[in-house]
T-cell receptor
Framework: NAGVTQTPKFRVLKTGQSMTLLCAQD?????MYWYRQDPGMGLRLIHY???????AKGEVPDGYNVSRLKKQNFLLGLESAAPSQTSVYFC????????????FGPGTRLTVT | AQKVTQAQTEISVVEKEDVTLDCVYE???????LFWYKQPPSGELVFLIR??????QNEISGRYSWNFQKSTSSFNFTITASQVVDSAVYFC?????????????FGTGTRLQVFP
């Protein structure tokens, strides 16, 4: 049982390049989330999904797209990376309705030059 | 609007000292949940505790204890007899009472450094 995994762990992009971050969970959780963590700002919600085939915007969605084609996977895409997207990205999941804690992945450190 | 404030940016203590991390929250919901997460230097986020708005009992888990006071909208975290392994960034978070999403709203974190 790996929990929540994220691929890749590190990445450096040039401005304008695109990439996709993969989040996978093997706990059969319904809800999945993408956050970004910036110094002095805590974690901010980018997008989330309440089930396979659904996505919704969070607090800071601009410049990102997501997809949840399979229940276990939640993809975060950057179509045209900008230096402002340099951050650490965390994926999280939780079982379903009810106030359960979220389980976090190890994070992806992304640098956009 | 929901908000979580962790006014202490960084705290430094010497091993075996007690330390309290403050968390103040704002919400209009009558039903909500509060959380603490630990982020050690390795970077992952580790869940520590969840508390619902109807349960104001303090909780103790080993050297960790939490003091929830609705009257002051605070959910403070105390580490007794701190150890070097407690060095980490600690986040307080609030969950909105929106059943479908239960989004977490995080504070900005408090960096705790415990020196030997």
């Amino acid at each position: 049982n790996a929990g929540v995994t994220q691929t890749p762990k590190f990445r450096v992009l040039k401005t304008g390049q695109s990439m996709t971050l993969l989040c996978a969970q093997d706990m059969n959780h319904e809800y999945m989330y993408w956050y970004r963590q910036d110094p002095g700002m805590g974690l901010r919600l980018i997008h989330y999904s309440v089930g396979e085939g659904t996505t919704a915007k969070g607090e800071v969605p601009d410049g990102y797209n997501v997809s949840r084609l399979k229940k276990q996977n939640f993809l975060l895409g950057l179509e045209s990376a900008a230096p402002s997207q340099t951050s650490v990205y965390f994926c999280a999941s939780r079982p379903g309705q009810g106030f359960n804690e979220q389980y976090f992945g190890p994070g992806t450190r992304l640098t956009v030059t | 609007a929901q908000k979580v404030t962790q006014a202490q940016t960084e705290i430094s203590v010497v091993e075996k000292e007690d330390v309290t991390l403050d968390c103040v929250y704002e919400t209009r919901d009558t039903t909500y949940y509060l959380f603490w997460y630990k982020q050690p230097p390795s970077g992952e986020l580790v869940f520590l505790i969840r508390r619902n708005s109807f349960d104001e009992q303090n909780e103790i888990s080993g050297r960790y204890s939490w003091n929830f006071q609705k009257s002051t909208s605070s959910f403070n975290f105390t580490i007794t007899a701190s150890q070097v392994v407690d060095s980490a960034v600690y986040f307080c978070a609030l969950s909105e009472a929106i059943i479908e999403t239960d989004k977490l709203i995080f504070g900005t974190g408090t960096r705790l450094q415990v020196f030997p």
